[in-house]
């Protein structure tokens, strides 16, 4: 099936959807992260999506908690998908993990509809707005726009493509290297040629997770990649400061990590 194809085809699941049922909103990873493992959506998927949104009056609402603020080489990852969500929730990038800080950022419709209405939004938590949060987020995006530090994650992302394709192109174990900016991932596969994944049974993310560690690598490994139960990957997500060394650096500690030494039993 081509790309088009596919696309046309989810498109019409979710109009089937839209016409079917009573819905409010659409929820979706821009790029999908720990789940699925950096995968960048399909072209054109977001338009359609948004077009369909649109039309039945659903709201679009995205979920950046992990590819936005950068991660994908723009601020936003959607920008990349030419449309803007209704909604859209950020987190982890926001404060660089200096901070615990999360947002939900709406559009100015949803915000005049609020402010014209009650005026009252009932929510809130204990730290809501807490000011050394939002102190320390402010820093971090003071260093992403002003001090270049955004415009460095397309480039190095470009560069860790290049090094993670020439490392395990030819991996057996490898069956997809994709992501977008410094948000990448390998699908580890039983057989490169079929696809065919490892049995969940042998753990084999949980392997790689050690293995990792053992190496002196931070990495996310997860399972069922496929259906949520079937499948293995391995996401890396590099500081967007990360000097080109430390890409190699990472790629040989991956490739340690991947080997997968010790036999894995039979399935
Ligand atoms: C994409 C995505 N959304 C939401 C969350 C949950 O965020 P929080 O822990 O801030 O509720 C996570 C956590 O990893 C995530 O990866």
Known sequence: MSEAAYVDRLAAELEQ?????????????TV???TLGAV??????????RELCDRHGVLLILDEVMCGMGRCGTLWAFEQEGIVPDLVAIAKGLGAGYQPIGALMVSKGIADTIQGGSGFFQHGHTYIGHAA???????????LHEDGVLARVAPLGRSL???????????????DIRGRGLFWALELVEDRATKKPFD?????????????LEAGLLCY??????????????????PFIAAE???????????????????????
């Open 32 to 34: 999908a992260g720990a």
């Open 245 to 267: 060394a430390q890409l190699d650096e990472l790629v040989d500690k991956l490739a340690t990590a991947i080997a997968l030494r010790e036999p894995l039993p039979a399935g």
């Open 200 to 212: 969940p049974e042998l753990r084999v993310h949980a392997r790689v997770k050690r293995e990792a």
């Open 221 to 238: 490994p997860m399972g069922g990649t496929v259906d949520g139960v079937q499948g293995d990957h391995v996401l890396v997500a590099p």
């Open 133 to 143: 949060a939002c102190a320390g987020a402010l820093a971090v995006q003071k260093r």
């Open 40 to 49: 960048p959506p399909v072209p054109g998927y977001f338009k359609r999506v």
């Open 161 to 175: 493509e290049k090094k993670l394709k020439e490392a395990f192109d030819d991996h057996p174990h490898v069956g």
């Open 17 to 29: 959807e839209f016409q079917e049922k009573s819905v409010i909103a659409f929820v979706a990873e």
